[in-house]
């Protein structure tokens, strides 16, 4: 069992140092939960499940969105505002994907943020490049209950990842301290998502 800790704060001294032990006053705030408490966490999950039925039409209202800030892109070009527009789009649906169900479309909409991110000149983007991003994402999700979904996913995935980084690679080519970062590898492996 740890030792007891001061509610006064203390002093050690060494040969060549101090530390000063802060008093620990929040210790008297917090009670040991018990069987009977609440717990935040089950009662998060089971909010979480009475939502569920509605993950479905948010993950459509984020992929209209999607589909509206390229369209904003096509038809304004690339300007600040249709940058932001395009990018908060992609990386909402990026953060809420597994959360509402449809983990298979996250990495997508990571690549999308990436070629966003770290092209220095935004307007050089290809429009088909980013088509195929958003065409992407809403085929994932509407395939998603699909027997052969994974896979598409990951094909799909891949081939837009491999594209985006020979985009990147030619529009960093000049910034090579960067290069490294901008090309790394996604966070989870291919195989790890089998």
Do not use: Y
Not at 84 to 112: C, M, N, Q, R
């Amino acid at each position: 069992m740890p030792a007891k800790k001061s509610d006064t704060p203390a002093v050690k001294t060494f040969a060549d140092h101090e530390v000063i032990v802060p008093a620990h006053k929040l210790r008297h705030a917090v009670k040991a939960a018990g069987a009977q408490d609440d717990d935040p966490i089950t009662r998060a999950e089971k909010a979480l499940e009475q939502l569920s039925g509605e993950f479905s039409g948010w993950m459509d209202a984020e992929c209209e969105r999607l589909d509206a800030a390229r369209h904003g892109v096509q038809s304004h070009g690339f300007n600040a505002k249709t940058r932001e527009a395009l990018f908060h789009a992609a990386h909402d649906i990026k953060g809420e994907a597994a959360t509402f169900g449809f983990p298979l479309v996250a990495a997508v909409a990571e690549s999308l943020c990436r070629l966003i991110e770290h092209t220095p000149d935004i307007t050089r983007i290809p429009l088909a490049l980013i088509d195929q991003h958003v065409d992407a994402v809403r085929a994932i999700i509407r395939e998603n209950k699909k027997p052969q979904a994974e896979a598409i996913a990951a094909k799909l995935t891949r081939e837009l990842r491999e594209v985006s980084d020979d985009f990147l690679r030619e529009e960093n080519k000049d910034r090579l301290d960067e290069l490294d970062g901008i090309l790394s590898p996604p966070l989870v492996p291919d195989d790890a998502a089998h």
